[in-house]
């Protein structure tokens, strides 16, 4: 991707970031030191702009949104120190493989090395849950990153039928009544 | 000489029998005449709202009862019993004694009303109409037999004669019917004027608490809500047609434009949603006609901001700190992080309301477009209650949850993002219209004018020594 000078102060970005991360979970210092962005500072427009087509190829999707991709980006830098690396590596094997429909992708994962999977799936995976790393159900802190909540691409496909949660759908009791679309589903 | 006086006695007994017979027909006949009578008299009472203000303290208490607490700017006013009653209530009361209190504001025991009862408003009522509300309120509401806290404002508010003065300046102008006009206009502006005494909350007052017939309609400010200018003007409801007019009326909601809440949401609930369709058409078509007087810029909330740019989901969802200890944090005063949590689960996180509007949208409204984000204040320091025929809408009060700074945040974020951005809200005005919204001239200053009084007697003492003094010389 980029050339060293770029990448070097992103890693040591990532570095102390994780640090601080691995030191608040120990709570010394409240993560309230920690500052948040969309996208890390020396990131160029097209290093974004490569991954949210990516993101685009593997999710199928027309148009996502570019400031959603950088935070997606960020998040798994920040969480796999050579998810750049796997990034390149998939994009270069997915140009071979001349894929272009993703209902083929099990196929052509299983002639990748593993790595290359784990890091489609979890591209896909940020952008339908909107959130990357894991939930630990009875931990107060845990590895996840914060993507998007009602953006998050889980909910299109039933969009027309039921609600996001903690938002209203209409009015009152709206509820009781069976979805219009139901017959047909 | 026996017989023929009971002969007499029977004839006489007969008669009496066949007077009974047709007295016993005439009452059921009346009673028909009455419960017309009676239902005409329910209506009007709707139609004034009496029972908006002379209602219990309880929402389960009797209609009519009394005790309700207005809060006004000289004190608070308690709502008298209006029933039947004859200890506590107008059961007392002849006709002409129930009317005069209507159009005069002067109690059975010669007594002034505060004009908090809209009596100047009344004053144009027709003697039929009177004569329907006397045999309602006698012959179909129920008795209380329960006693009403007394009135009791701060001096000199409550030197009930003063009230004689005031009446001399400002009761006047009772409605006629204008030949001139059509029987649609004359009918509107007898109930927005006289039944519905819509200008004693959308005309400004004057120094003395008078409405201000110059600035008819244009709009005031009531218990820290905004009344707004209903004239025919651009800035009022020029830009309403009269079927989104009746809409309004009827429910308190026209969608992409407004929505009723504090004293107007009570209007429609307990007075406008009960008129007939007639009725409601006849108002509109008054109040389009009603001279226009400018207040600002035009409001159209169906353009406004048509053209702005949807927000991104970034913007609207931005990254924060979420651990723990931050986000169980009550005191946050940032805009944005308030909206997602207390108001974008109905109202949406873009602003956009519900599809069906049910929960409506917060850029096309007029709340967040005007001039004024008074509303949008109270509406979150107070939440909306609003029953209509269909639904209830309840938007939830955050008054008690959120402190000044917070409903100014908040406010500001809602204006910023989604209504007129040029409006700033601070924490001092979210504190004014918490109690109640600016206090007027008149008792800002009456310390003073007291005062003045004082003074102006002890000169007079002062003189009267004096000059009694030299001449004992």
Same mark, same amino acid.
Not at chain 1, 161 to 184: E, K, N, Q
Not at chain 2, 328 to 349: E, R, V
Not at chain 2, 435 to 445: E, F, H, N
Not at chain 2, 464 to 473: A, G, S
């Given at each position: 991707m980029k050339?060293?000078a770029?990448k ?8 102390l970031l ?8 120990a ?19 097209q290093?974004i ?24 980006w ?6 796999d120190?050579?998810?750049a690396?796997h ?5 270069q094997?997915?140009d ?18 593993e790595?290359?999977?784990q ?13 990357t ?35 209203s759908r209409?009015?009152s009791?709206?509820?009781v009544?069976?979805p219009a ?5 | ?12 007994f007969?008669?009496?029998?066949a ?29 004034a ?15 009519f009862?009394?005790? &309700? ?10 709502a008298s ?22 159009t005069e504001?002067?109690?059975?025991d010669?007594a002034?009303? &505060?004009? *908090?009862m809209?009596?100047t ?9 009177i004569?329907a ?10 008795a209380?037999?329960?006693?009403t806290?007394?009135t ?11 009230m004689?003065a005031?009446?001399?300046l400002?009761l ?6 204008d030949?001139e006009?059509s029987d649609?206009?004359?009918?509107g502006r007898y109930?927005?004027?006289?039944l ?6 959308h005309t ?7 409405e201000?017939?110059?600035?008819y ?9 905004? *009344? ?15 079927e989104?007019?009746?809409? &309004? ?24 949603r009960?008129l007939s369709?007639d009725?409601?058409?006849?108002m509109?078509? &008054?109040?389009?006609q009603?001279?226009?007087i ?6 159209d909330v169906?353009q ?19 651990d723990?200890?931050?986000m169980s ?8 992080t ?17 599809g069906?509007q ?12 005007g ?7 109270m509406?979150?320091?107070?939440g909306?209650?609003r029953?209509?025929?269909d639904?209830?809408v ?6 008690e ?8 945040a908040?406010?500001n974020?809602?204006?910023?993002q ?5 409006l700033?809200v ?13 206090t007027p ?6 310390p003073?004018l ?6 102006f007697?002890l ?11 030299r001449?004992?010389?």
């Amino acid at each position: 991707m980029k050339n060293n000078a770029v990448k070097t102060p992103c890693l040591s970005r990532r570095e102390l970031l994780g640090g601080m991360a691995a030191v608040s979970a120990a709570a010394f210092f409240p993560w309230a030191t920690r500052t948040w962005a969309d996208s890390p500072d020396a990131t160029s427009e097209q290093a974004i702009q490569d991954f949210l087509m990516l993101s685009e190829r593997l999710t199928g999707r027309e148009a996502l949104d570019a400031r959603i991709a950088g935070r997606v980006w960020q998040a798994l830098l920040d969480s796999d120190e050579r998810f750049a690396d796997h990034q390149r590596l998939l994009v270069q094997a997915m140009d071979d493989a001349n894929l272009t429909d993703m209902r083929s992708f099990k196929a052509f994962a299983a002639t990748q090395p593993e790595a290359l999977t784990q890091a489609a799936i979890a591209i896909i995976s940020a952008w339908y849950l909107g959130f990357t790393g894991s939930v630990e159900g009875h931990s107060a802190t845990d590895n996840t990153r914060f993507i998007t909540y009602t953006g998050a691409l889980m909910f299109e496909p039933t969009i027309d039928a039921t609600v996001i949660p903690t938002y209203s759908r209409g009015h009152s009791d709206y509820w009781v009544d069976p979805p219009a679309s139901i017959a047909t589903d | 000489m026996r017989l023929p006086s009971s002969w007499l006695l029977g004839v006489a007994f007969m008669f009496s029998l066949a007077s009974h017979a047709s007295g016993a027909a005439s009452p059921s006949n009346a009673a028909n005449v009455d419960d017309e009578l009676i239902q005409q008299g329910e209506y009007l009472a709707r139609a004034a709202d009496c029972s908006a203000c002379h209602r219990p303290p309880e929402e389960s208490g009797q209609p009519f009862a009394g005790g &309700y607490v207005i809060a006004s700017p000289m004190g608070d006013i308690i709502a008298s019993n209006i029933t039947p009653s004859r200890e506590y209530g107008i059961g007392d009361y002849s006709e002409a004694q129930f009317k005069r209190a209507l159009t005069e504001g002067i109690r059975s025991d010669g007594a002034h009303l &505060y004009p *908090a009862m809209p009596y100047t408003a009344y004053s144009g009522l027709t003697d039929d109409d009177i004569h329907a509300l006397y045999s309602y309120f006698m012959h179909r509401v129920e008795a209380v037999d329960e006693p009403t806290p007394e009135t009791s404002l701060p001096f000199p508010f409550n030197l009930r004669v003063s009230m004689a003065a005031w009446n001399f300046l400002f009761l006047d102008d009772a409605y006629t019917h204008d030949p001139e006009q059509s029987d649609t206009l004359n009918r509107g502006r007898y109930l927005v004027d006289t039944l519905g005494h819509c200008s004693a909350c959308h005309t400004p007052r004057n120094a003395l608490m008078g409405e201000n017939s110059d600035r008819y309609l244009a709009g005031a400010n009531v218990g820290g809500w905004y *009344a707004p200018n209903i004239t025919s003007d651009a800035s009022g409801i020029g830009n309403w047609s009269v079927e989104e007019l009746v809409q &309004y009326l009827r429910t308190g909601h026209v969608e992409n434009k407004a929505q009723a809440g504090g004293g107007m949401a009570e209007a429609i609930e307990h007075s406008l949603r009960y008129l007939s369709d007639d009725d409601l058409h006849s108002m509109a078509a &008054y109040l389009k006609q009603v001279p226009s007087i400018a207040t600002g810029p035009a409001i159209d909330v169906s353009q406004a901001s048509r053209e702005r740019e949807p927000l991104s989901l970034a913007t609207l969802e931005p990254l924060r700190n979420d651990d723990p200890q931050t986000m169980s944090d009550g005191k946050s005063t940032d805009g944005q992080t308030l909206y997602n949590g207390a108001c974008a689960s109905c109202h949406q996180i873009d602003g956009q309301g519900t599809g069906d509007q049910f929960y409506p949208s917060l850029i096309h409204n007029t709340a967040t477009q005007g001039a004024n984000a008074d509303n949008l204040i109270m509406s979150v320091l107070q939440g909306v209650h609003r029953e209509t025929n269909d639904y209830i809408v309840a938007m939830p009060a955050f008054g008690e949850q959120l402190n000044d700074e917070q409903v100014a945040a908040v406010s500001n974020y809602v204006l910023s993002q989604f209504g007129n951005s040029e409006l700033d809200v601070d924490a001092a005005r979210v504190a004014e219209l918490r109690q109640g919204g600016p206090t007027p001239l008149l008792v800002k200053a009456m310390p003073w004018l007291i005062a003045a009084g004082v003074i102006f007697v002890l000169l007079v003492l002062g003189l009267i020594v004096f000059l009694i003094r030299r001449k004992k010389r």
